[in-house]
Structures are given as structure tokens and as C-alpha cells.
């Protein structure tokens, strides 16, 4: 298998990932926050009553206290995102690519085709690779035309600065 086809190597549970920043539940899921460390995930550790939280954070991870108000979780989130957002592109829900504190909308396929580069980033992915991506929601035999135009349309038009908003 070429390297360009492996498996992706981040796998997350849509439940547990809000804008791109995934919520950890301290300390039970101890051994994930590792794993997402490593990758340099953002990622928010929610904090049960009446344990420590964790000693070593970094740039791209928070911690908040439960019980805590859904006011507070977000704005850690949105501080996260942001922060995460400067060293590279976050796919967040409904399709936004969030670049620090600009974002932009994407089609359906746009952000189907993004997550794939987002979850290698540095990596070039095939195009067996992106038709399959593609191939969820589109007839098979129009894939490959429809990854080529959005790959096309994004490699010959970057985006207009009028088209990111803040």
C-alpha cells in the first residue's frame, strides 16, 4: 500500500469535536489527550468535580471545570480554534474553514475534499484517495470530474480576499 493511501491517522467521534476542537472528559480519557497532543489537536479538557486538572497543557489545549455554563465551554472553544487556527487551517462544523480568526464557507464537496488535506496536512493524497472522498454523495463516475474541479478551481483561484470574512 503506498503511504499516499493509508488509513487517515486521525479518527474522531463527530459527538466529541465541536469546531474543530476536540472535548476531552478529564480525567477518563487521559490516554486520548495524549494521542492528540501528539498530533497537535486542539483540544478542551473538561474537568470532573473533585479532580486535579491536567498538569501539562500546551498552546493548543484548555481546561475548564464542570459544572461549568455552556457560555464558558464556548468561549474556550472559540479561544482554541483561534489559537489553532494560526498554525493551520481548521475545518470546523457545517463546512467552515477557519484560518485564525477569518473564515470561509465551503460547498459540500469543498469540505468533504478539505478535511482529507486537513487530516494530512504536508502530504500529498492521491486521486484514488480524493474520488473516494468525493464518491460519499456523488455518483462514482462523476467523482473523478468533481474532485478535478475543485482542485483545478482552488490551484488556479486562490481565494479573493473579499471572500474571507472576519
Not at 465541536?18 to 480519557?29: A, H, K, L, R, Y
Not at 489559537?83 to 484560518?99: F, K, M, T
Not at 484514488?128 to 474541479?149: F, Y
Amino acid at each position: 500500500m503506498e503511504l499516499m493511501d493509508a488509513p487517515l491517522e486521525r479518527v474522531t467521534n463527530a459527538l466529541d469535536e465541536i469546531d474543530g476542537v476536540v472535548v476531552v472528559d478529564w480525567p477518563e480519557d487521559a490516554e486520548r489527550a495524549t494521542d492528540h497532543a501528539r498530533l497537535r489537536t486542539p483540544h478542551l479538557f473538561l474537568v470532573a468535580p473533585g479532580t486535579q486538572p491536567p498538569d501539562k497543557t500546551d498552546d493548543l489545549s484548555a481546561w475548564i471545570r464542570l459544572p461549568a455554563a455552556e457560555r464558558d465551554i464556548q468561549e474556550r472553544i472559540v479561544e482554541l480554534r483561534s489559537r489553532a487556527g494560526i498554525v493551520r487551517p481548521i475545518l470546523g462544523e457545517h463546512g467552515i474553514l477557519w484560518r485564525g480568526t477569518q473564515r470561509v464557507a465551503l460547498s459540500p464537496i469543498e469540505a468533504r475534499l478539505t478535511a482529507a488535506f486537513v487530516a494530512r496536512p504536508g502530504r500529498v493524497l492521491s486521486r484514488a484517495r480524493l474520488e473516494q472522498t468525493v464518491v460519499t454523495r456523488v455518483r462514482s463516475n462523476r467523482a473523478r470530474e468533481c474532485s478535478d474541479a475543485v482542485v483545478w478551481q482552488r490551484r488556479v483561484q486562490p481565494p479573493r480576499a473579499g471572500s474571507m470574512t472576519a
